[in-house]
């Protein structure tokens, strides 16, 4: 049965700051878009929303939900073989130790990315910008990756243990593909344990249902 309070059933320590910018790291390498000529010079990828990067966000650190993405798309036409990663996402101990549930709020689940992106910044690993224009309320964050940041990733693909996050971004730009953040967002909200959370609780696991 769903879990409504998810809060009730599990508990797990939050994700360090360094762990939270290797997936956001990590993410943007994988997932993000080649860049434009409007875009800021220096500049290689990027993801151009924040509803969009914490969507892929939240499959990078629930990987259970991962697995059920990756099953729903076997349904729909991918390839076969692909049931055995999600079986292995589920099963192996390597993911369970990176599971970092995030709070479901209005838009679904969601954690400020400040912290870590500063630190991202901080290095010159990335960047990001506000698009708007002037005197509008709402202005679209847009997330980039800098040259640096990519031989950052370089270097973490060949390290065997950070190399999982670098893997996990390929199985999450695969589901993902091209949708816009509130389509991921609806996509998630299918499962019936993230939907039925309380607003401000942790979203529980789907272990058991997949």
């Not at 990001?128 to 800098?146: C, D, I, M, N, T």
């Amino acid at each position: 049965m769903p879990t409504k309070n998810a809060d009730s059933s599990f508990a797990r320590p939050s994700a360090t700051r360094t762990q939270h910018a290797i997936r956001l790291l990590a993410l943007l390498d994988r997932c993000g878009e080649a860049v434009t000529d409007l875009d800021p010079p220096d500049t290689i990828k990027v993801v151009r929303s924040e509803l969009r990067l914490q969507a892929m966000d939240f499959w990078m650190r629930n990987p259970d939900y991962l697995a059920g993405e990756l099953i729903t798309q076997v349904d729909g036409g991918l390839d076969p073989s692909y049931l055995k990663r999600a079986r292995e996402l589920v099963d192996d101990s390597e993911p369970d130790l990176r599971w970092y549930p995030m709070p479901r709020w209005l838009f679904g689940a969601y954690e400020p990315l400040d912290d870590a992106f500063s630190l991202l910044e901080a290095y010159g690993l990335a960047t990001v910008r506000r698009a708007g224009e002037p005197g509008q309320k709402r202005h679209r964050s847009q997330f980039y990756l800098a040259p640096p940041g990519v031989d950052a990733v370089a270097e973490i693909t060949t390290d065997p243990v950070l190399s999982w996050y670098t893997e996990q971004a390929v199985l999450v730009h695969l589901v993902a593909g091209d949708d816009r953040g509130g389509e991921l967002k609806k996509r998630q909200y299918e499962q019936a344990t993230y939907a039925e959370t309380e607003l401000g609780s942790r979203i529980g696991p789907i272990t058991d249902h997949v």
